[in-house]
């Protein structure tokens, strides 16, 4: 089946370049050309990946990432913008993006980060290989970890978790109570271990130390300048 894409941008020309491209590339687009458009469009359907340009009129990206994730902590979105400050790739990343594209850019490159988005969708384990038959969910502490469904759940309580809070999960659970360096978790789960990157990670860690503050015997250590440890006691 294709994939559905949902594209805001407001830029004529270049939304008219992606929307071909993507097109040729088989996928099926939707096009946006605000933040309060996109999201009335995006409630008016089902979509497996966003691309959204940060400087929008009326809405702008972040904010409609943010209003996104409310209604679904699943569906990848990928950022276009202009802007590269570490600010605003941090402020992306807080907004719930799986990446961040600084213009300009090619239509190929776009195209390499949504497939490897899509596969890192896929039921994988941090390893690549298929998951055992757990149908996805594990037991972690006092916890219940649905990867299969983007969940963490304790007692009555039921948390949302984006394809990148997923993945950084899983890889820290398939090491348990060991240590994993730094460069191995950027690569498992953003293919790059860059500067930029490295901090936006720690974004996502300081989210998943939120999410499982509820069993105090569950923390994410930070091994200054190795790596983490996801510590469970048991």
Not at 116 to 126: E, S
Not at 151 to 163: A, N
């Amino acid at each position: 089946m294709k994939t559905k894409i949902l594209l805001v941008e407001d830029d004529i020309n270049l939304g008219d370049v992606l929307c071909d491209y993507l097109e040729l590339q088989d996928h099926e687009v939707v096009r946006a050309m605000d933040g309060v458009e996109g999201l009335e469009i995006f409630k008016s359907g089902n979509f497996d990946l966003l691309i959204l340009d940060v400087m929008l009129p009326r809405k702008d990206g972040f904010t409609l990432a943010t209003e996104i994730r409310e209604k679904n902590p699943q569906v990848p979105i990928i950022f276009l913008t202009a802007r590269d400050r570490m600010e605003d790739r941090v402020s992306g990343f807080k907004a719930g993006c799986d990446d961040y594209i600084t213009k300009p850019f090619s239509s190929e490159e776009l195209e390499l980060r949504i497939g490897a988005i899509l596969r890192r969708c896929q039921q994988q384990d941090p390893n690549g290989q298929a998951v055992p038959n757990n149908n996805g969910v594990y037991a972690l502490g006092k916890y219940t970890f649905d990867s299969a469904n983007h969940e963490l759940r304790i007692d009555d309580k039921r948390i949302g978790l984006t394809t990148k809070e997923v993945e950084l999960l899983r890889v820290l659970y398939a090491h348990k109570n060991q240590l994993i360096a730094r460069e191995k978790t950027l690569k498992a789960v953003w293919g790059s271990d860059n500067y930029f990157i490295g901090r936006s990670m720690d974004v996502f860690i300081t989210k998943l130390r939120k999410y499982l503050k509820d069993d105090p015997d569950i923390s994410i250590v930070n091994v200054h300048g190795t790596g983490f440890r996801l510590e469970v006691k048991e």
